[in-house]
């Protein structure tokens, strides 16, 4: 990877790839403000703290597809494969913020804080969050909590914190969408045919072979 390439990567997924959408961010441009903007703030040059407040990666376990299936007996594979349910996608963040030699605890502490405040406000004025990672970029997300990660045998103390993203299921066209080919049509009220065409009523002789009409001859379960 070239050093151009190798800058723009960290950039992007290093350095500031979390987006404050709206809220605290409404009245600047596009309404969005890159994460390193606020924190970067109340920092340091950065040619004095040798690199920005804190830097990003996504952690295992976020989801790129998630869908949840009926756990109810199914006919055959078909239906079990249309009765079938999105579910939002969650992408975990960690920000690595160790204390930095010009400033320490004190500049930290101011930042950490401010963070938080400017946070909750974000969140409460209802502001959303992007998320971008080499894997996809997650837009639209609400962010569910930050904790502290830091190993108990480290050194430092609060310098790992987690940062929860959920992607939900917002439009009701986009939650039809949502909803796989059996799930749309129970949705909707159609009639979804079982294939019970050929199966007699309870207490029916199975061997009459009246047994699979109704009364006026017509095929029972059609």
């Known amino acids: 990877m070239t050093s151009t390439a190798q800058t ?12 404050l959408n709206n ?10 403000m890159p994460i390193s903007l606020f924190t970067q703030l109340l920092d ?33 594979l078909q239906m079990a494969a249309n009765a079938v349910i999105q579910m ?3 992408i975990s963040m960690l920000m690595i913020c160790p204390a930095q030699t010009n400033g320490g605890y004190a500049v930290k502490i101011a930042i950490l804080t401010a963070l938080q405040n400017a946070i909750q406000s974000h969140i409460l004025q209802g502001g959303s969050f992007t998320v971008l990672t080499p894997a996809y970029a997650y837009t639209n997300c609400l962010l569910t909590g930050i904790k502290d990660i830091t190993p ?11 940062w929860d993203f959920t992607q939900p299921l917002i439009t009701e066209t986009g939650a039809v969408q949502t909803l796989g080919t059996f799930m749309n049509r129970v949705q909707s009220g159609a009639q979804t045919s079982l294939t019970w065409n050929n ?16 009364p006026n001859g ?3 379960g059609s």
């Open 199 to 214: 199966v007699p009523a309870a207490g029916v002789n199975p061997y009459d072979p009246n047994a699979y009409n109704g």
């Open 88 to 90: 939002p996608l969650n």
């Open 44 to 76: 340091l040059p950065i040619e004095q703290n040798n690199g920005l407040f804190a830097q990003y990666k996504p952690l295992s376990g976020g989801t790129l597809a998630s869908w949840q299936i009926a756990e109810y007996p199914f006919l055959n």
């Open 152 to 162: 108990p045998s480290d050194k430092q103390v609060q310098y790992l914190f987690q």
């Open 218 to 220: 017509e095929s029972v």
């Open 8 to 19: 723009l990567f960290e950039l992007a997924y290093q350095d500031s790839p979390i987006f």
């Open 23 to 32: 809220g605290i961010a409404q009245f600047l441009p596009g309404q969005t």
